[in-house]
């Protein structure tokens, strides 16, 4: 018999993972950190930060998020709004010239019935699909097979922003 081990998943099953380190908002504080391969931050612009997911879905999963506090999209300005897109955009872009998926899935999950892991800090994620990259593991074993550790996947995705201004576009 085989086995698979995801031991860093236990923080985030005991929900231990979903608050920073003094208690606050987890959000809040990689917002004030910065670019950063430690925090798997890989791109800090005016509005919003661009971090990896530490419990991905699959190799690629980044997530785009406002700066400031709030969990919908009524809670931030217009100009936030389109700095989010406008990351995802540009996430959209690096995840296709790098990991070259068959398809991507973009989600918002408003509220802890929707999904929201940390439903106090609205977020956006971004992850590569590939045609036949989901198994039986998810379903019925509640674990995720991936193909990269997340060093790797930071290492390689990080090079690909350095052209994104602080406006979250190209300059």
């Not at 099953?13 to 910065?34: H, K, N, T, Y």
């Not at 980044?62 to 990351?87: A, C, F, I, K, W």
């Not at 800090?121 to 992850?127: E, G, N, T």
Request: proline share 6%.
């Amino acid at each position: 018999m085989e086995y698979l081990s995801s031991p860093w998943r236990m923080k985030y099953i005991r929900g231990e993972s979903r608050s920073a380190p003094d208690g606050g908002c987890l959000f809040c504080s990689l917002s004030r950190v910065g670019v950063s391969r430690e925090h798997l931050v890989l791109h800090q612009s005016a509005r919003c930060f661009v971090v990896m997911n530490a419990y991905p879905y699959t190799s690629g999963h980044m997530m785009v998020v406002p700066n400031g506090h709030g969990g919908s999209l009524q809670e931030h300005s217009p100009e936030t709004l389109r700095e989010v897109m406008d990351l995802l955009r540009e996430c959209e872009r690096i995840l296709v010239d790098e990991y070259k998926p068959a398809g991507l899935n973009l989600g918002i999950n408003v509220g802890k019935s929707a999904g929201a892991g940390i439903q106090e800090h609205l977020h956006a994620h971004i992850l590569p699909r590939w045609d036949g990259d989901t198994n039986f593991m998810t379903t019925v074993h509640e674990v995720r097979v991936l193909p990269e550790d997340l060093g790797t996947s930071y290492d390689r995705l990080f090079p690909r922003f350095a052209g994104i201004g602080a406006s979250g576009r190209p300059i």
